[in-house]
């Protein structure tokens, strides 16, 4: 390869040749990326995949590149050598023009050549590259030339670490994962009622007494030291991955409170739960949050702050503030002598002192703090923060912060909740939702930083299953932030994604295989849905209106029946037919991740009074039976165990 070559052949991309001086028409030619890229245009030839042998790179780039070295040759069986200048069939150059994520990659017959100004920027760069090469025809890659750079700076994900621990084996899947497709911030919950999952010098209690649990010794003891933390922040940088610390405060604190009962407003005995322990057993979930009347609890937020920046390099820490309720507080003498000492005129305040206090904290290190959208229910954020808006579909909250100039992540529960079924928030509505919600003026928009999938792990306890429930969501979330908004374009990212889910078992990615993956988001319209046979649904199990049970007999999958309570034994859902009809299976798909049914009997009846047990539902709400040719007059989900969730039954399907 001539390396000279690469030097002025980006020239000829600022008009409209690549194809040299031969024609005077762009080439035409197609490739498949995901997220999309700013812009591509394609050349003459192409490169056959068995002529890369070797990569070269500024020696400050060794460790990106090596690693990546190490990826191709797992995922491809690629083995490339870094060599030097002279024999290097991808070059990569230090182009001082770009800054930030911004790359260039080209691809002519002869070799490769990316410039990046950036880290950051020659990840995102060898992130295309390997989708390019795993997306190659006939083992050729053609010749092209990529330009390209995100929408958005912060492209995030939340993985909830209390509820359930996830190793640091699996977070580096995880971030293998995040950078195939250009995410860039790994925001770890690392706190919450169920355990304290991050060891602290100071106090050693927190992870000791935070993640124990008396009866269940085998979820017991599970945090990172912080080598363990600090080597997960130094492999996402490997990726131009940032990590970002949630340590959520004043509520969700239980755990914290098992080890250091003084901090609570009443004293005496707190104890973590796992999720595997049923609601009734927990003790003083109600009381989940530190005295803020109390001097200690500000000087503990400040020791977890120090050794936090000590871990995390990132320029932000979250301090949480979600979910605070304020009854335990407004019976705390010191608390409410707080109260009576500022003038506070309602008991929303005493969470803004705490925030403002947060702040103090968290800028005299030099980071700026990050919260959830409720410490601005008061308007006790400032331009100096920034607030993960979560709440509904977080319009409301958006308005409010950008009217006072507050930036914004936005990852409402609406689009980016991972932790959803796949019903409620399915890969279409994720794709088509947009982090600048309606009515954003043009000089406002620069506040809206970016968005992030959340996935709450109440009840994901496996590596598996927590890829399954962000793949393919979080691919196309992905593209929402990275890719200009005019390339948005739903029918393309479903031929792409569906191409792309060979490559993701190659990457060892458990993604959901959506039936209704191309229907559009179910939005019901307040009319009940023709039923798919003569007959009529039945339940007592109180409605989310109006998602009414007809639609879990409409013949369509992605539209649902969703309940407005959780469920126990005696709540029932019965489609009882008009006429009997023979049947030889039955199928029912109940919500696919949080809102399942899965302690509930399957039971058919001739005669619509008398009815039998024909199956039981599995751990994912799904149940399917054969009954070999029965005359069916009435089906009947009868649920036997307390859920916790708000049922959603999508179909029930006879054949
Ligand atoms: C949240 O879902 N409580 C942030
Ligand atoms: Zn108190």
């Given at each position: 390869?001539?390396?000279?070559?690469?030097?002025?052949?980006?020239?000829?991309?600022?008009?409209?040749?690549?194809?040299?001086?031969?024609?005077?028409?762009?080439?035409?030619?197609?490739?498949?990326?995901?997220?999309?890229?700013?812009?591509?245009?394609?050349?003459?030839?192409?490169?056959?995949?068995?002529?890369?042998?070797?990569?070269?790179?500024?020696?400050?780039?060794?460790?990106?590149?090596?690693?990546?070295?190490?990826?191709?040759?797992?995922?491809?069986?690629?083995?490339?050598?870094?060599?030097?200048?002279?024999?290097?069939?991808?070059?990569?150059?230090?182009?001082?023009?770009?800054?930030?994520e911004a790359y260039s990659l080209l691809i002519e017959n002869d070799g490769i050549k990316i410039n990046s100004g950036t880290d950051e920027g020659v990840s995102r760069a060898?992130?295309?590259?390997?989708?390019?090469?795993?997306?190659?025809?006939?083992?050729?890659?053609?010749?092209?030339?990529?330009?390209?750079?995100?929408?958005?700076?912060?492209?995030?994900?939340?993985?909830?670490?209390?509820?359930?621990?996830?190793?640091?084996?699996?977070?580096?899947?995880?971030?293998?994962?995040?950078?195939?497709?250009?995410?860039?911030?790994?925001?770890?919950?690392?706190?919450?009622?169920?355990?304290?999952?991050?060891?602290?010098?100071?106090?050693?209690?927190?992870?000791?007494?935070?993640?124990?649990?008396?009866?269940?010794?085998?979820?017991?003891?599970?945090?990172?030291?912080?080598?363990?933390?600090?080597?997960?922040?130094?492999?996402?940088?490997?990726?131009?991955?940032?990590?970002?610390?949630?340590?959520?405060?004043?509520?969700?604190?239980?755990?914290?409170?098992?080890?250091?009962?003084?901090?609570?407003?009443?004293?005496?005995?707190?104890?973590?739960?796992?999720?595997?322990?049923?609601?009734?057993?927990?003790?003083?979930?109600?009381?989940?949050?530190?005295?803020?009347?109390?001097?200690?609890?500000?000087?503990?937020?400040?020791?977890?702050?120090?050794?936090?920046?000590?871990?995390?390099?990132?320029?932000?820490?979250?301090?949480?503030?979600?979910?605070?309720?304020?009854?335990?507080?407004?019976?705390?003498?010191?608390?409410?002598?707080?109260?009576?000492?500022?003038?506070?005129?309602?008991?929303?305040?005493?969470?803004?002192?705490?925030?403002?206090?947060?702040?103090?904290?968290?800028?005299?290190?030099?980071?700026?703090?990050?919260?959830?959208?409720?410490?601005?229910?008061?308007?006790?954020?400032?331009?100096?923060?920034?607030?993960?808006?979560?709440?509904?579909?977080?319009?409301?909250?958006?308005?409010?912060?950008?009217?006072?100039?507050?930036?914004?992540?936005?990852?409402?529960?609406?689009?980016?909740y991972m932790d959803w079924g796949y019903a409620g928030n399915s890969v279409r509505k994720s794709y088509e939702w947009d982090p600048v919600l309606p009515e954003v003026t043009?000089?406002?928009?620069?506040?809206?930083?970016?968005?992030?999938?959340?996935?709450?792990?109440?009840?994901?306890?496996?590596?598996?299953?927590?890829?399954?429930?962000?793949?393919?969501?979080?691919?196309?979330?992905?593209?929402?932030?990275?890719?200009?908004?005019?390339?948005?374009?739903?029918?393309?990212?479903?031929?792409?994604?569906?191409?792309?889910?060979?490559?993701?078992?190659?990457?060892?990615?458990?993604?959901?295989?959506?039936?209704?993956?191309?229907?559009?988001?179910?939005?019901?319209?307040?009319?009940?849905?023709?039923?798919?046979?003569?007959?009529?649904?039945?339940?007592?199990?109180?409605?989310?209106?109006?998602?009414?049970?007809?639609?879990?007999?409409?013949?369509?999958?992605?539209?649902?029946?969703?309940?407005?309570?959780?469920?126990?034994?005696?709540?029932?859902?019965?489609?009882?037919?008009?006429?009997?009809?023979?049947?030889?299976?039955?199928?029912?798909?109940?919500?696919?991740?949080?809102?399942?049914?899965?302690?509930?009997?399957?039971?058919?009846?001739?005669?619509?009074?008398?009815?039998?047990?024909?199956?039981?539902?599995?751990?994912?709400?799904?149940?399917?039976?054969?009954?070999?040719?029965?005359?069916?007059?009435?089906?009947?989900?009868?649920?036997?165990?307390?859920?916790?969730?708000?049922?959603?039954?999508?179909?029930?399907?006879?054949?």
């Amino acid at each position: 390869m001539n390396i000279k070559k690469y030097f002025f052949i980006p020239l000829a991309f600022s008009g409209l040749l690549f194809a040299g001086c031969e024609s005077s028409k762009t080439v035409e030619g197609s490739v498949s990326l995901i997220p999309e890229v700013k812009s591509v245009e394609f050349g003459r030839g192409t490169l056959p995949l068995t002529s890369l042998q070797g990569i070269k790179c500024d020696a400050e780039w060794n460790d990106i590149v090596g690693n990546f070295i190490v990826d191709l040759s797992g995922v491809t069986g690629i083995r490339l050598n870094k060599v030097d200048i002279s024999s290097a069939d991808i070059v990569i150059v230090k182009d001082a023009d770009l800054s930030g994520e911004a790359y260039s990659l080209l691809i002519e017959n002869d070799g490769i050549k990316i410039n990046s100004g950036t880290d950051e920027g020659v990840s995102r760069a060898l992130s295309t590259l390997l989708q390019i090469i795993l997306t190659a025809e006939n083992g050729n890659l053609s010749s092209l030339y990529i330009s390209d750079e995100p929408r958005f700076g912060y492209r995030g994900l939340m993985i909830d670490c209390s509820r359930h621990f996830w190793t640091v084996d699996e977070l580096k899947e995880s971030i293998r994962h995040m950078a195939f497709f250009k995410l860039n911030t790994l925001h770890l919950h690392l706190t919450d009622n169920n355990a304290w999952r991050m060891a602290m010098d100071k106090y050693p209690e927190l992870t000791e007494k935070g993640t124990y649990y008396k009866d269940y010794p085998e979820l017991s003891g599970k945090y990172y030291t912080k080598v363990d933390l600090k080597e997960i922040v130094r492999y996402a940088a490997l990726y131009g991955i940032e990590v970002i610390p949630e340590v959520d405060l004043p509520g969700h604190a239980t755990a914290l409170l098992a080890a250091l009962p003084h901090l609570s407003c009443n004293g005496g005995h707190f104890e973590a739960y796992p999720e595997e322990m049923p609601l009734s057993s927990r003790k003083r979930g109600n009381e989940n949050m530190i005295c803020v009347g109390n001097k200690a609890s500000y000087k503990f937020a400040e020791d977890v702050v120090n050794e936090l920046v000590d871990i995390f390099p990132s320029k932000y820490i979250h301090l949480g503030g979600d979910e605070v309720p304020t009854g335990v507080w407004q019976k705390c003498s010191k608390c409410m002598a707080l109260y009576k000492a500022e003038g506070m005129k309602s008991a929303g305040e005493l969470q803004d002192y705490f925030t403002h206090k947060m702040r103090e904290i968290v800028s005299a290190k030099g980071k700026t703090m990050l919260g959830w959208d409720e410490i601005n229910d008061r308007h006790a954020a400032t331009p100096d923060d920034v607030l993960a808006i979560w709440r509904n579909d977080g319009i409301s909250q958006q308005k409010e912060a950008l009217e006072r100039n507050i930036p914004v992540i936005m990852c409402p529960q609406h689009g980016c909740y991972m932790d959803w079924g796949y019903a409620g928030n399915s890969v279409r509505k994720s794709y088509e939702w947009d982090p600048v919600l309606p009515e954003v003026t043009k000089e406002k928009e620069s506040l809206i930083l970016g968005g992030q999938g959340a996935l709450w792990t109440e009840r994901v306890a496996t590596q598996s299953r927590l890829e399954w429930m962000l793949y393919p969501r979080m691919s196309a979330l992905a593209e929402v932030l990275w890719s200009p908004k005019e390339k948005r374009n739903w029918d393309s990212f479903y031929t792409r994604i569906t191409s792309y889910y060979p490559l993701m078992e190659k990457l060892g990615i458990n993604f959901y295989e959506d039936d209704a993956l191309n229907e559009k988001e179910f939005a019901p319209t307040g009319e009940k849905p023709a039923l798919v046979r003569a007959a009529t649904v039945e339940t007592n199990i109180p409605l989310n209106n109006p998602y009414y049970p007809e639609y879990a007999f409409d013949g369509r999958n992605n539209s649902f029946f969703w309940g407005g309570s959780t469920i126990g034994k005696g709540h029932h859902f019965t489609v009882v037919m008009t006429e009997q009809v023979l049947v030889n299976e039955i199928e029912v798909i109940t919500g696919d991740s949080k809102d399942y049914i899965t302690k509930a009997d399957l039971m058919v009846s001739a005669d619509g009074k008398k009815f039998e047990k024909v199956g039981t539902f599995d751990e994912y709400g799904q149940s399917k039976v054969k009954i070999g040719g029965k005359s069916v007059k009435a089906v009947k989900i009868e649920v036997t165990g307390q859920h916790t969730c708000w049922p959603i039954i999508k179909e029930i399907i006879l054949k």
